[in-house]
């Protein structure tokens, strides 16, 4: 149990639709990193944040956006949802940066139909 | 050309082979990791180094920033080693991926 807990597990939603992921950090970490994981593109970097600002952008689409809340929480939201959209999510923490150990969550599966 | 490229893509060994795989990234970095993920999909962390080799048990990483290449050996394989092994690369505290390196390890 890496102390990343992600939820929902398995979301299938339409197109159009709009879904939010949910993460909560390991104990302690004040940086959270969402990722992207699908068979085409393998494992993406899409944002960071740090003790509730954002710190690194990666490859994330305009449709999608995140927040970090004072309880270092986080949510990542997608909306006008498309079939390609349809991924494995990781949320991941550390204590602070990209160089210390992370730590991954065990994913949110969203499919999109 | 990706940015960071592992080798060999898929490896099949039978138990108790000594195994290595390969990583080279052509950014600047400032650390490196290897991660394992496991056919359910969850990703653990192996290892984080900036320089030098770090050993954990069976398993031995080596990084040499000159040459911009890590290795990850693992001793006396065994078949709950099978996994994908996944090379990232901190880059401006950006995590860049390698495609990963499909183990299989029969007994």
């Known amino acids: 149990d890496s102390g990343v807990t992600q939820t929902p597990k398995h979301l299938i939603t339409a197109t159009g639709q709009r879904v939010t992921l949910r993460c909560s950090p390991r104990?302690?970490?004040?940086?959270v990193y969402w990722y992207q994981q699908s068979l085409d593109q393998g494992l993406q970097f899409l944002i960071q944040?740090?003790?509730?600002?954002?710190?690194a952008k990666g490859n994330i689409l305009e449709r999608f956006s995140a927040q970090q809340f004072p309880d270092l929480h986080s949510e990542l939201n997608l909306s006008s949802l498309e079939l390609g959209d349809s991924a494995l999510y990781f949320c991941?923490?550390?204590?602070?940066?990209?160089?210390?150990?992370?730590?991954f969550g065990e994913g949110s599966w969203l499919t999109v139909v | 050309k990706n940015e960071v490229e592992q080798s060999p893509q898929n490896l099949t060994a039978q138990e108790g082979e000594f195994i290595t795989i390969n990583c080279s990234y052509s950014?600047?970095?400032?650390?490196l990791h290897w991660l394992q993920q496991h056919p359910g999909g969850g990703i653990v962390s192996l290892f984080m180094?900036?320089?030098g080799k770090k050993k954990h048990g069976r398993l031995i990483a080596t990084i040499n920033i000159q040459e911009k290449h890590s290795s990850l050996h693992i001793t006396a394989s065994h078949p709950r080693d099978s996994a994908v092994y996944i090379c990232?690369?901190?880059?401006?505290?950006?995590?860049?991926f390698g495609t990963g390196t499909r183990l299989q390890v029969f007994p």
């Open positions: 991941a923490s550390s204590v602070m940066s990209s160089g210390n150990t992370i730590y």
């Open positions: 104990s302690g970490d004040l940086s």
């Open positions: 944040y740090y003790n509730g600002e954002e710190r």
């Open positions: 950014v600047g970095i400032s650390a």
């Open positions: 180094l900036s320089s």
């Open positions: 990232a690369v901190v880059n401006t505290d950006k995590l860049i």
